[in-house]
Nanobody
Framework: QVHLVESGGGLVQAGGSLRLSCAASGITVSDFDIGWYRQAPGKERESVAN???????NYADSVKGRFTISRGNAENTVYLHMNSLKLEDTAIYYC?????????????WGQGTRVTVSS
């Protein structure tokens, strides 16, 4: 059974930093494309950052230069390092693991971790 467990969220002042973790069980994170998404109140879920199986990374324009996604293979965990946090970064952050084959798509989500940025 696959589980993705996010942690590291919390309350932080604007300009501060947090590190989110997505700990996986039942899969090996380096075999999947892993993404961080977020959903702010009243808004749709959006992609924040992702790291491919080969280690390539992509970021939403709104977080470029401030967020960094990384993968700890030994820990089977993907991290999202968030610096210079802004009020608009307030959201629930979710981890997603995807793997596509010709016959099936593997698509797993965690339960989310809440990030609140205060002024």
């Amino acid at each position: 059974q696959v589980h993705l467990v996010e942690s590291g969220g919390g309350l932080v002042q604007a300009g501060g930093s947090l590190r989110l973790s997505c700990a996986a069980s039942g899969i090996t994170v380096s075999d999947f494309d892993i993404g961080w998404y977020r959903q702010a109140p009243g808004k749709e879920r959006e992609s924040v950052a992702n790291i491919s199986r080969v280690g390539g990374t992509n970021y939403a324009d709104s977080v470029k230069g401030r967020f960094t996604i990384s993968r700890g293979n030994a820990e089977n965990t993907v991290y999202l390092h968030m610096n210079s946090l802004k009020l608009e970064d307030t959201a629930i952050y979710y981890c997603n693991a995807k793997y596509f084959t010709y016959v099936r798509t593997y698509d797993y989500w965690g339960q989310g971790t809440r990030v609140t940025v205060s002024s």
